[in-house]
């Protein structure tokens, strides 16, 4: 694992939202709006970004969690930008604070964990539980 960042450096995404990111379930779509699951997507992507920088060949990033706190509406075709800065990096676990906007237009906060394992100790957890 190569830890080329520091607290306070920044990766950014941007996407526009389409009718596959409006909220909806078996039932049908709840509202013709971004999601939330869609939102948490990308805030997923746009940190993954640092951790595709970081891996070794024999690694990869493996999510702990994600938190997203939805302030404001998206609709279908609006451009949705991204930020993810490091908050923290502790021994293999990355930290990034999470940001999305409209414009100036805050649409929500959050926070992604993610740690760094090699693809071996992966491969050895999903064989303990019987995959």
Not at 66 to 76: C, G, N, Q, R
Not at 104 to 125: D, F, V
């Amino acid at each position: 694992m190569r830890v080329d960042f520091k607290k306070g450096d920044i990766k950014k995404h941007a996407f526009d939202v389409a009718s596959e990111d409006y909220a909806s379930f078996e039932t049908g779509i709840v509202h013709k709006v971004c999601s939330t699951f869609a939102l948490g997507r990308e805030m997923e992507w746009c940190a993954r970004q640092f951790v595709l920088e970081m891996i070794d060949e024999d690694e990869e990033g493996v999510g702990t969690f994600l938190e997203i706190k939805h302030k404001s509406p998206v609709f279908s075709g609006e451009r949705v930008e991204v930020t993810a800065e490091v908050a923290s990096m502790i021994e293999n676990e990355l930290i990034c604070k999470i940001e999305v906007k409209v414009g100036r237009r805050l649409i929500a906060k959050g926070r992604t964990g993610q740690k760094i394992l090699s693809k071996e100790k992966i491969n050895q957890i999903f064989t303990s539980l019987g995959r």
